[in-house]
């Protein structure tokens, strides 16, 4: 027998020689081969052959498939039937065994069971084939689609934008709510540009459904274009944070939520700072939950969290691991590291983290040289820290004392510790021009979330997103979506997960022994605040579940660390104007210095007629600072007249436009805080949130 090799049919054997029992090789069936050698030995008879030939068969029939199956792998399962056969059919019938009992009995078999398995195979090739053809099919039928989608596009791109494409691939996503097409773009140098803003009129031409859109971006190379069509909406509905609680690394980024096609969206935020923003509603607590989640996740983040707002934030984190003492649970660590609810402890965080910052450029020189780097290299064992201050940016606008001390310190830290690992997650009620106005936000947080929530009004794409086009809030009208854009990911919509109390706790269990520790450099820079951050003294309040409902007391700046309550609101009332001591002088020269230092533009609208302070320089804290008494008197007069109907902030800001200039976002903020002072209570939810002044509210008396 002799072995030929076709080319595209694989091999093809040849059952006619007859010479001997069996010469020549059976490569692809090796069971018949171990047979033959069998027969071979012990004297088998010439009628043998043909057995062996019927085997040689199977490895013809199998070979013939062999893109289906590997022939391998049958004739393995052919040799082991044949053995097994043989052995079986002789054990029945002779007796003791014999080499040539084995021969012959194996022989027969093989022809019997070579016929049954050759008919088996038959089947199996058969629904192969079949299911090929099925997927053939499919194809034939996906190219038809996508050859469709082609030549769709291609003509709505001309009729929109005025250009022709040629589409050189188009990619249906497999989660089934769109494609990307990758086109060409024609030649004179067209850029990808002239399609991305028209991205709403794309949308509204290819009868997109709410939510969805076509968003053009750069393609591979500066001639070709990538759009992403969206054609089911999946940021309506809620989707929970995922249950894997894997580790993850501040390399290769967090994972803050979904695009559109499903895919996860990461921050990476290793030299980025991120500005999260969402009017009240929005769903901006919840996805504070989400990144701490994603922090809490990873083996080489540390989270340090500012919430003056009754640590209201970062509570949650820490709660599992306290004991009714107040004291941290041993062996469990909370999922942040510091938690500060007050101005006083928020300085001494932001204090310390200055202090690391310095301490570690200079004790971490010959490490950084040795890794030929500027940036000090980031690991579990040098772990980076991330400041999250939510409603930072309120706290960067505020005009009181404490908070423009505590406005200076989040700045130098961003200013200065990027290299060193220390960044910082600001979130924002609004993206207020104070915060975005600000050079150095606007440079070091390039990592931006706008979430929208329904919420239209004082939501200004183009300031968040600069350079995007085709962003139109009312894309995301569902609570928990808006836009996300990064330095590696352009803007577009995005939808955060909902994530609940208990999954925050099982957060917290599982990631417990995964926290880095604060390498010794820095924990001693960091000196006893740092170590002490979970003292009694200082963590009594957060089990303390009265005190977020109780008003707080206006604090001292030499007040203890006992967090009795959480005074921003309170500080925000500061009605009489404050004699400048040292202090304030030294905070006000250090705010002009970076303010001269970083150029920080003028918030738009600002201009209004001020309370007679002069404007000050800096940090575009002169929104609110311009915003007098009499302003917040004449909102809370106008919300006392809306009566048991009460208003919104745009109704309040619009009374008070001619007279006082006063923007929305800084009566958002009032109403905020008279809610959680219970001068104002909080009626409905989203686009039909309404405040009644507490003399109308239902429960008065
Ligand atoms: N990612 C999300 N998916 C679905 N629903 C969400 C999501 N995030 C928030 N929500 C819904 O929106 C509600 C408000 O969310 P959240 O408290 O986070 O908003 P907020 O912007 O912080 O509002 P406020 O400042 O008034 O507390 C939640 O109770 C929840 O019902």
């Given amino acids: 027998m002799t072995t030929n090799t076709q080319a595209n049919t694989g091999p093809v054997w040849d059952y006619s020689a007859g010479h001997g029992p069996v010469t020549g090789a059976l490569s692809a069936t090796t069971g018949a081969f171990a047979v033959a050698t069998t027969g071979a030995a012990t004297g088998m008879p010439p009628t043998w052959a043909l057995a062996i030939g019927t085997a040689g068969a199977i490895g013809h029939t199998i070979t013939s498939l062999r893109d289906r199956l590997s022939a391998r792998t049958v004739s393995m399962r052919a040799a082991s039937w044949l053995v097994g056969a043989g052995w079986t059919t002789w054990a029945m019938t002779t007796g003791p065994l014999s080499w040539a009992a084995l021969g012959s009995l194996a022989t027969i078999g093989v022809g019997m069971g070579a016929a049954a398995r050759a008919t088996l195979l038959y089947e199996e090739a058969r629904e192969l084939e079949a299911i090929a053809a099925a997927e053939r099919q499919v194809a034939r039928e996906l190219s038809t689609e996508r050859r469709a989608i082609a030549a769709e596009w291609v003509d709505r791109i001309q009729r929109v934008c005025g250009i022709t494409v040629r589409v050189v691939a188009v990619e249906m996503w497999p989660t089934g709510t769109g494609f990307t097409i990758d086109a060409e773009l024609p030649a004179g140098g067209t850029t990808y540009d002239r399609i991305a803003r028209e991205a709403a009129r794309l949308s509204a031409d290819a009868r997109l459904p709410h939510g969805c859109t076509a968003t053009a971006s750069q393609g591979i190379d500066q001639g070709r274009v990538l759009i992403d069509v969206t054609t089911v909406n999946v940021l309506e509905a809620e989707i929970t944070y995922p249950a894997d609680y894997s580790p993850l690394s501040l390399h290769t980024g967090i994972p803050w939520g979904l695009r559109t096609n499903a895919d996860e969206i990461r921050a990476y935020l290793r030299e980025q700072c991120a500005l999260v923003v969402g009017p009240t509603g929005s769903g901006k607590t919840n996805m504070v939950h989400t990144i701490l989640a994603g922090f809490a996740r990873t083996t080489d983040v540390l989270t340090w969290v500012i919430d003056l707002n009754a640590g209201s934030a970062g509570l949650p984190w820490v709660r599992p691991a306290l004991e009714s003492s107040g004291q941290t649970t041993d062996g469990m660590r909370p999922g942040i590291d510091w938690l500060a609810a007050s101005h006083e402890e928020a300085m001494a965080m932001l204090d310390a983290a200055v202090r690391i910052a310095k301490h570690r450029k200079m004790a971490y020189q010959d490490l950084m040289s040795q890794a030929n780097t500027d940036l000090l290299p980031i690991s579990d064992r040098i772990p980076q820290i991330m400041l999250v201050i939510d409603e930072g940016a309120e706290i ?219 404007p000050t320089a800096g940090l575009n804290l002169s ?26 902030a745009s109704a309040i800001a619009r009374a008070l436009a001619d007279e006082h200039g006063t923007t929305r976002q800084t009566v958002v903020g009032w109403l905020k805080t008279w809610a959680e002072e219970g001068i104002a209570v909080r009626v409905g939810e989203g686009t039909k949130t309404r405040y009644v002044h507490h003399r109308h509210a239902p429960e008065a008396p």
């Fill in 396 to 614: 960067l606008a505020a005009p009181d004392k404490p908070s423009r001390a505590l406005a200076a310190k989040i700045l130098e830290v961003i200013r200065i510790a990027r290299a060193m690992g220390i960044r910082t997650v600001l979130t924002a009620l609004g993206a207020t021009g104070s915060v975005l106005g600000n050079l150095m936000i606007r440079r070091e947080a390039k990592v931006r979330v706008a979430l929208t929530g329904g919420e239209t009004e004082g939501m200004d794409l183009s300031k968040q997103f600069p350079g995007s086009r085709g962003l139109r809030v009312d894309q995301a009208p569902y609570k928990g979506s808006g836009f996300m854009g990064t330095p590696e990911s352009p803007a577009g919509l995005f939808k955060s997960w909902r994530i609940l109390p208990n999954q925050i706790r099982d957060i917290v269990a599982a990631t417990s022994d995964r926290h880095p520790t604060l390498d010794a450099v820095s924990a001693k820079a960091a000196g006893p605040d740092y170590a002490r951050r979970w003292d009694m003294a200082r963590t009594a309040w957060m089990r303390d579940d009265t005190l977020s409902s109780t008003p707080a007391e206006p604090q001292t700046p030499t007040s203890g660390y006992l967090a009795g309550g959480l005074n921003l609101s309170a500080l925000r009332d500061e009605r009489t104007p404050v004699v400048e001591t040292d202090e304030e002088a030294l905070a006000r020269k250090f705010r002009e210095q970076i303010d001269a230092q970083f150029a920080t533009a003028p918030e738009p609208g600002t201009d209004a007629p001020s309370s007679g302070k002069p």
């Fill in 623 to 648: 929104a609110l600072r311009s915003e007098d008494n009499a302003a917040k008197e004449a909102a809370l007069a106008v919300l006392l007249a809306a009566g048991p109907e009460g208003t919104g």
